[in-house]
DNA sequence: CGACTTTGACCGGCGC
DNA sequence: GCGCCGGTCAAAGTCG
């Protein structure tokens, strides 16, 4: 495969800076039980590489929308270093596209926070991501 | 057959 | 200048 060392990836390397889309934390409660591999939050998710990082112990995953690819929509979970039964998921972009399938959703979703740069606060609620998403 | 998942390796950027 | 980390891609295998 000597491709592999030469074209390899980043085909556009002067990629426009554009602003971080927007990125929206999300705490989701899980349990050991539900350590599904794919987290069905209403979307489909293709999970395209798992790095441990130094700030968690927990191996953290990367996931990509696998219904609308094209979309620039990313979301990576990773596991709460206090409160190994609580994933975050953080999403970034929007989800412009439609839904694979509505009645999917039904994700246990316990505290939704919005990433804020001042102090991540955690909301005490816990309506559905799509509801959200959809209300945008 | 098709789709999805998993692992390893490589690169770029940043800091000191 | 060098080292380290994070992030992404590719290929192969497996399952329904």
């Not at 074209?7 to 409660?29: D, F």
């Not at 994933?87 to 939704?112: C, D, F, M, R, W």
């Amino acid at each position: 495969m000597i491709q592999k060392s030469i074209l390899k990836k980043h085909a556009s390397p002067k990629r426009p800076r554009e602003i971080t889309t927007n990125i929206s934390t999300v705490c989701v409660k899980t349990t050991s039980s539900d350590q599904t591999s794919v987290v069905k939050d209403g979307y489909h998710w293709r999970k395209y590489g798992q790095k441990v990082t130094r700030d968690n112990p927990s191996p953290r995953a990367y996931y990509k929308c696998s219904f609308a690819p094209t979309f620039p929509v990313k979301k990576k979970v990773q596991r709460s270093a206090k409160d190994p039964s609580v994933l975050v998921a953080t999403y970034e972009g929007e989800h412009n596209h439609p839904h694979p399938s509505q009645a999917e959703i039904k994700v246990p979703l316990v505290n939704q926070a919005r990433f804020s740069r001042t102090n991540d606060v955690f909301l005490d609620q816990n309506p559905s991501f799509a509801a959200a998403v959809a209300a945008t």
